[in-house]
């Protein structure tokens, strides 16, 4: 059943305009045609929740300047519990659904592995059919060859197990052994485009003009896959783009692609990635897609800079969300000294990817096997409390059947006791 059809059976129907931005908008594919299991995905009732808060407040701020005394006593709990009572949905307390961070996403990766001492390595080419996890040996390491870009020779080492967070749709160029069980999984994923493209040009009539809105969408371009690759979406902030040549605004527009075949050859492979100088091959066709739209939306002096046309939203389609397909590649986390993760094995976007690998962390650790564990680790910790302030190599101590002790990581110990928790008080 398509989202769509959800809605209709549901009674939801009048929820669908909204749909068109609120899903369809962020590249997740249209309302008309995407499986309804990723529909109720994204759009859960915390989210509608959530955009109620930021319209009402929106309608209030028209009226009141969101600084005065008497709009900070109407805003926030009373706000949220308005909406609630009407909508339902647990959400809290919302001002805007979205927000940004000021120095990207990107921060906070860097900034995990600066804290963890992660060994990170850049430029980094597997060789085709590079990655050998010789299966025949359990206990064997997983063996990989690589290239470091620029360089030929080719190096080789091995790891006690593989985390694959690249799209799975392209794993057995690169992974050698894959197992019949998953290819059968990884070769139903299906994926989408989402072009962005950095332009300049002068300002836009009622967006960039005195409206001076920071972004533009147009939701009826969002309606089905007759509008693939059409001027949809726009950003525009000074803040992120500044504003180089006086006059002139730079900008990125936004192009989606259900068929993205249609993009030509390049865009037909969807195993790409930005290259040494973060630059992406881009798609003409597309490119001449996007000027075309907005010389027929009257903008003038249009400079287009850089184009990434991003392979996006890797998902199983209706027949393999049906077979169960999701659920056997959760059930499979672990085999064969693999972890799957990454957009392919749940929803494209950076909540649902974190999200997952916790919990793949979470069911991978260990569980204790008897109280006497617990009370063991009571006795360790005087007072029982999950010791919060546990730092990165630091380890603790826990009792094996024998008795012996066995070391387990800060982040074992987390998960298991959070798991177990109602245990340890
Ligand atoms: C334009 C755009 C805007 C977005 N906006 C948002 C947003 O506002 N909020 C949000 O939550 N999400 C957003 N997303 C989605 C979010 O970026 C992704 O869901 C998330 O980054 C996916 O994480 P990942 O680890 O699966 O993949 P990635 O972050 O793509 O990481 C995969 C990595 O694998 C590398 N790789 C691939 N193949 C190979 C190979 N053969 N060898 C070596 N390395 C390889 C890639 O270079 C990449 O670094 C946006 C995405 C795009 C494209």
């Known amino acids: 059943m398509t989202f769509l059809e959800f809605l209709q059976s549901n009674d939801l129907y009048a929820l669908s305009g909204f749909l068109m931005f609120a899903h369809a908008a962020q590249g997740y594919g249209y309302v008309t045609t995407i499986p309804a299991f990723y529909g109720l995905w994204w759009i859960t009732p915390e989210l509608l929740n959530g955009y109620m808060q930021m319209s009402f407040r929106e309608e209030l701020e028209k009226f009141y300047d969101p600084k005065s005394e008497f709009f900070q006593q ?45 060994d990170v390595r850049y430029g980094v080419e597997i060789l085709d059919q590079g990655i050998d996890r010789q ?33 799975h749709a392209h794993a057995k160029n690169f992974v050698k052994d894959v197992a019949i069980q998953e290819e059968s999984i990884f ?22 003009d005195s409206a001076r809105r920071p972004i533009m969408y147009e939701a009826d371009k969002m309606s089905g896959p007759s509008h693939d690759g059409s001027w949809y979406a726009d950003r525009w902030d000074d803040l992120i783009f500044g504003q180089p040549i006086p006059g002139r ?34 798609s003409e066709r597309a490119l001449r897609q996007f000027r075309g739209e907005l010389e027929r939306q009257n903008v003038s002096g249009v400079n287009t800079l850089r184009q990434y046309p991003w392979p996006y939203f890797h998902h199983f389609p209706q027949e393999a969300v ?24 749940c929803f494209e976007s950076v909540h649902d990817v974190t999200n997952y690998n916790l919990m793949i962390l979470r069911r991978s650790a260990k569980k204790p096997r008897s109280p006497k564990k617990w009370l063991w680790v009571k006795h360790m910790h005087p007072g029982a409390q999950v010791p919060k302030q546990m730092s990165a190599g630091q380890k603790y101590m826990y009792p094996d059947s024998d008795g012996a002790g066995e070391r387990m990581e800060p982040w074992q110990m987390e998960t298991w006791t959070t798991t177990c928790g109602a245990l340890m008080v």
């Open 187 to 208: 070769s139903s994923l299906k994926s989408f485009v989402l072009a962005t493209t950095l332009y300049s040009s002068e300002p836009v009539l009622d967006y960039t």
């Open 322 to 345: 049906q077979e169960g397909k999701v659920w056997d590649l959760l059930e499979m986390q672990g085999q064969r000294k693999t972890w799957w993760i990454g957009a392919s094995a």
């Open 249 to 282: 605004q730079t900008r990125v527009g936004y192009q989606f692609y259900e068929n993205y075949c249609q993009g030509g050859d390049m865009m037909c492979n969807s195993d790409r990635t930005p290259n040494e100088g973060g630059a992406m091959e881009s």
């Open 74 to 118: 109407i805003r926030g709990t009373w706000v949220r519990a308005v909406v609630t009572a009407i909508v339902g949905g647990a959400a809290d307390v919302v001002k805007r659904t979205t927000t940004m961070l000021p120095e990207g996403y990107q921060k906070i990766w860097t900034t995990i592995a600066e804290k963890d001492g992660l």
């Open 135 to 167: 299966l025949d040996d359990p206990s064997a390491p997983v063996r990989i060859k690589y290239r470091q870009k620029g360089k030929n020779e080719v190096i080789e080492e091995e790891y006690d197990f593989l985390i694959y967070s690249a799209p």
